[in-house]
């Protein structure tokens, strides 16, 4: 049972409305590493856990943390988009191209920037003027983006991962404004991505530390059954050598159970492969030799038969 607390997590309302950026941070809404891909993935990740207790507890605590970031993120798009789109259509009846050919402009380069700076329509034409479960360029929000395993570890990475590009969004968006309230909210959020990168390392230890869970995921896998040969070789496919130098070419393997080797010249291990089989006639595919009229009129009769 979920209950919604009226009064918002954190928040500071933008000075000014600026649809163009409103824009923006849908991606922190609906983007692959978005808001509602957080709060959907960790709260999948916590009602399928069949681990201990606290990691249950846990997951759901940040996917219900992340549901009221959604509603901060919604109401900041509502503040930037209040008051704006009629002046936006002014500004929009003024046209750039042609003064761009009048002063000697590249009018290609004009309508590039008019296109990357235009408010998106469908706020004022679908939402009404309000936040969408979408990304910066309207895709809508993918159940796809999400990460439920069930195994704990994976999990994990897979969190550690999307806070990291979710902060690095953050930042970035935090740069591309000077409206103090927008940086006051993001300030505030990516301070929460801070935390939760954290708590994933930190989680991470406790798998290992507790033997759930451990390197290679899935570690209860028997070793044995892999071709160990394989198992620590980095493979150089590309010219140059450099990535010789780094530390996963040589030394202790991560998961100590093996020693990193540089395979300067790696070889194919498998022979060249044989055609597959010919294509089911009824099919229609193309065969490997040709085959005349009468031949594919003789098959069409034993299909007749066969039927």
Known sequence: MFYHTKKLQYFKPPEKPDPIYAKKIQELIGGTFGEMTVMMQYLFQGWNCRGPAKYRDMLLDIGTEEIGHIEMLATTI??????????????????????????????????????????????????????????????????????????????????????????????RLYEMTNDPGVKDTLSFMIARDTMHQNQWLAALEDLKAEGLEDTPVPSAFPLELEKREFAYQFWNHSEGTESAEGRWAKGPSMDGKGEFEYVKHPQPLGPEPTPPAQPEPRLYGTPQFRQTQAQGQQKASDRKIIG
């Open 78 to 171: 509502a503040h930037l988009l209040d008051k704006a789109p009629i002046k936006l259509q002014e500004d929009g009846a003024k046209d750039p191209v042609v003064g761009a050919v009048m002063g000697g402009s590249n009018p290609r380069d004009i309508i590039t920037d008019v296109m990357a700076a235009a408010m998106n329509p469908q706020h004022a034409i679908v939402s009404g003027l309000g936040a969408m479960p979408a990304d910066s360029v309207g895709f809508p929000w993918n159940g796809r983006f999400i990460v439920a395993s069930g195994n704990l570890m994976a999990d994990f990475r897979s969190n550690l991962h999307a806070e990291s590009q979710g902060r690095l969004q953050a930042v």
